[in-house]
């Protein structure tokens, strides 16, 4: 208990960690000023004069108080004194520009430079020439500086004068030399902010201003250097005179910091590959395929699927000093993989292709489908491309199957696939659609019916409509309900080819609208990738180049 007591005699209940500070000086033997500590005192018990005095003075780090920005703010935006002129003035003139940005005083600086404070005109004035680039307003805030700051009259004179690229930093030059700012960091600060709102012109006005002021990057102008580059290529915009050289070196010290983006636009440079409307010659000063190569594969390891793609491109042509066939399909792979709609689209097609068996021809098919839904129409063309064409009367055929499906289900089933697929009276007939449904389509097995091999030979077939995969689902279903010998009502091919015929000279039907009409010839060209590659070639070259 005696303890405690004693505590809380020895230990005063100071709460400005400043005051603290001058206890301990006190305490130590440190000489200090009687008229400060009461000057806080005064400030504390709300003396307005006091408060302001020592707001100054905390924020210019004089006469026994320590330079701090923010306690010093605190003092002049109490309450009983955030509405006077003289706070205002104090806060705009004491404090640089960058400071007063930091500390989030623009309303501030506002409010002072129409209390009439020149200095805080001429600094509100260069805040909106970074922040809104209207020159305008700027000057205006300029020519009412002029009688009270020597400066100003330059500032406004350039500020007329001088055209939009030169303007700023000529500016943030004069109040440097003549007022001590950091131009850097109000540049920075700026492009900052129009970095956080996406607002590309303002921030290729504070990257330029910034090469003009430095010869060489810093690190946080790199960062934002890297962040207009990203900017300029999604809004299909160019860079406009940012020199190539700042470029260049912003983006390798910023691939050196581990920043993805930048490792990912320097190899695409370095390679000689534009980003979106920006030329490669406009951010690297020459190309480097092998660097530039292994700055791809490390963005696209990363996690920059677009990468593989690029990568894909670089090894596959045979011109290409980094050009190896084995690494471009491995490349193409994995971009198809990571979901890349072009590199489906190439894989699919270069598969079907190559393909020889059923198994294959089914491999690409998936590709390619994979790349149509997403919307690749270069893909949906080669889908087109093997499906056998069927009569247009698409509305009378359908009456036609609905009245069959009142007696005989199966084979209203059968002529539905048959015009979605595409599929001849044969396979139409002797397809299993329980066995042969795929997720994008449809496979026609071997016939065993059928004593020519090429004939009987299966057949994958794309589905070209959700209402196609639709309807072969409800086959599916349908057929693949285990039934009783006696309820069969399909029977074999003999029966079910009789069953047709019955059916269609009963209901005046036409076998053209239901089936496609193809010889031997032609469906072994579906069958075998290299036939349908000559059959469906200006199809094919169109889609592997695009």
């Known amino acids: 208990m005696a303890l405690n007591a004693l505590a809380a005699v020895a230990l005063p209940q100071i709460s400005d960690p400043y005051d603290y500070a001058l206890h301990l000086q006190h305490n130590e033997g440190t000489k200090m000023r009687r008229q400060d500590i009461q000057l806080r005192v005064l400030a504390r018990n709300g003396d307005i004069g006091a408060r302001l005095e020592v707001g100054r003075r905390y924020l210019l780090g004089i006469d026994g108080f320590p330079k701090h920005s923010s306690t010093g703010i605190d003092y002049l935006t109490h309450p009983s004194v955030c509405d006077l002129p003289t706070a205002l003035v104090l806060i705009a003139e004491c404090l640089s520009l960058d400071e007063l940005l930091l500390l989030g005083q623009q309303e501030a600086l506002r409010k002072a430079a129409l209390a009439g404070s020149a200095l805080a005109q001429l600094k509100f004035g260069t805040y909106l020439l970074t922040h809104t680039g209207k020159k305008s307003e700027a000057a205006a805030y300029y020519a009412r500086a002029v009688d009270g ?29 003549d007022k001590k700012e ?49 900017l300029a290529e999604h809004a299909n915009a160019s860079l406009q005179g940012i020199p190539v050289e700042f470029i260049q070196a912003s983006l390798e010290m910023q691939n050196g910091h581990g920043n993805l983006d930048a490792t990912y636009t320097l190899g695409r440079a370095l390679s000689g590959i534009p980003c979106g409307p920006i030329p490669s010659s406009s951010l690297s000063d020459s190309s480097n395929l092998r660097k530039g190569t292994a700055l791809l594969l490390r963005a696209a390891d990363a996690g920059r699927d677009e990468a593989w793609l690029h990568l894909y491109t670089l090894n596959a042509d045979h011109r290409c000093s980094v050009a190896n066939p084995q690494m471009a399909r491995f490349f193409l792979e994995k971009a198809a993989e990571c979901g890349q709609t072009e590199a489906q689209r190439k894989l699919g097609a270069l598969m079907l292709r190559e393909s020889g068996s ?95 091999i090429r004939l009987a030979a299966p057949r994958a077939i794309p589905a070209l409509s959700d209402e196609a995969l639709t309807d072969l689902e409800r086959a599916a279903t349908l057929f693949g309900r285990p039934r009783l010998s006696g309820s069969d009502s399909e029977g074999d091919l003999r029966r079910r080819s009789l069953n047709q015929r019955r059916a269609f000279e009963r209901h005046h039907l036409h076998e053209s609208m239901f089936f496609a009409t193809a010889g031997s010839v032609v469906l072994d060209s579906f069958r075998v990738g290299p036939k349908w590659a000559f059959r469906a070639r200006h199809t094919l070259q169109l889609a592997l180049a695009a």
Not at 374 to 396: F, R
Not at 403 to 423: I, K, T, V
């Open 149 to 177: 700051e020597a400066c100003a009259a330059k500032a406004l004179a350039i500020c007329e004068s001088v055209g939009d690229s030169e303007r700023l930093p000529r500016i943030l030059r004069l109040l440097t030399d």
């Open 182 to 230: 950091k131009n850097y960091a109000i540049v920075e600060f700026a492009a900052r902010e129009a970095q956080a709102a996406g607002d590309l012109p303002r921030l290729r006005l504070c990257v330029h201003a910034a090469t003009a002021l430095m010869s060489k990057p810093t690190s946080a102008i790199s960062e934002l250097v890297v962040a207009l580059v990203q």
């Open 358 to 452: 059923i198994v294959e021809s089914e491999q690409a098919i998936g590709w390619l489908y994979r790349s149509a839904r997403q919307g690749d129409l270069h893909a949906k063309q080669l889908l087109n491309s093997l499906v056998l064409p069927v009569s247009d009367s698409a509305k009378e055929a359908n009456v036609a199957i609905e009245e069959l499906d009142r007696s005989d289900p199966w084979l209203a089933m059968r002529l539905r696939l048959a015009r979605h697929f595409g599929l001849t009276k044969l396979e139409a007939l002797a397809v299993n659609p329980a066995e042969g449904k795929r997720p994008w389509g449809l496979v026609v097995g071997r016939n065993p019916f059928i004593a020519q």
